[in-house]
């Protein structure tokens, strides 16, 4: 049973592009969880997915982040105009749901804005 | 939004020694559920041990234990014999109880540095 793939591991963007960052939950789990992670600071939460259904934004900035996780295929955090600030780890965690299932996390993908 | 606090940047311990990170959070739950996460230079966030806060007893997994303090909201991570694979940043995560809240809230995180 695969873990949670994150691709890519690396990317580089200059500023203006647009970047996106897949997450493919294990196998059997349908809720995904994004966080973000600024150099020496935790993780910050961002957004928590269930299939076709975004369950909690609360942790999005209000313009040019956006999440998805289809009916079909791996989940997508998509951030639009990248600025420098944007540069960050960003991890993805699924689990089956519910409060005593735990959540298991990718190897994060680095985004580097240029 | 529930606050974690991780009041030590970084640690430093002689292999086969024991040491001890703190973590303090604030809360006005009664039932809710802690965990310790463990970041190696690979990244990769691995769950080291998880507590629940309607049990009194604490949880232990090997050589990791903690002790938790509901009154005081503490709850801390002791690594015994350590070994120079547990260098790693560690990290304290809350997590509600409430059905529609399962966002984990993290600390800043300790460095922890294991010396041969």
């Known amino acids: 049973n695969a873990g949670v793939m994150q691709n890519p591991r690396h990317l580089v963007r200059r500023r203006g592009q647009e970047a996106r960052l897949r997450c493919s939950p294990m196998?059997?789990?349908?809720?995904v969880y994004w966080y973000r992670q600024l150099p020496e600071e935790g993780l910050k939460f961002m957004v928590y997915?269930?299939?076709?259904?975004?369950?909690?934004e609360s942790g999005m900035p209000k313009e040019r982040f956006s999440a998805e996780f289809p009916k079909e295929g791996p989940s997508i955090l998509r951030i639009q105009q990248v600025v420098r600030g944007d540069s960050a780890a960003y991890f993805c965690?699924?689990?089956?749901?519910?409060?005593?299932?735990?959540?298991?996390f990718g190897q994060g993908t680095r985004l580097t804005v240029v | 939004a529930q606050t974690v606090t991780q009041s030590q940047p970084e640690m430093s311990v002689q292999e086969a020694e024991t040491v001890t990170l703190s973590c303090t959070y604030d809360?006005?739950?009664?039932?809710?559920?802690l965990f310790w996460y463990k970041q190696p230079p690979s990244r990769q966030m691995i769950l080291v041990i998880r507590?629940?806060?309607?049990?009194?007893q604490n949880a232990t997994e090997n050589r990791f234990s903690v002790n938790f303090q509901k009154a005081a909201k503490s709850f801390s991570l002791k690594i015994s014999d350590s070994q120079l694979g547990d260098t790693a940043m560690y990290f304290c995560?809350?997590?509600?109880?409430?059905?529609?809240?399962?966002?984990?809230?993290f600390g800043a995180g300790t460095t922890v540095t294991v010396r041969a």
């Open positions: 809360t006005s739950e009664n039932n809710y559920y």
């Open positions: 507590q629940e806060a309607y049990k009194q």
């Open positions: 995560a809350f997590m509600s109880s409430r059905w529609d809240d399962y966002k984990l809230s």
């Open positions: 965690a699924s689990s089956e749901g519910g409060m005593n299932t735990e959540a298991f």
């Open positions: 997915l269930q299939k076709e259904n975004i369950i909690d």
């Open positions: 196998k059997g789990h349908s809720h």
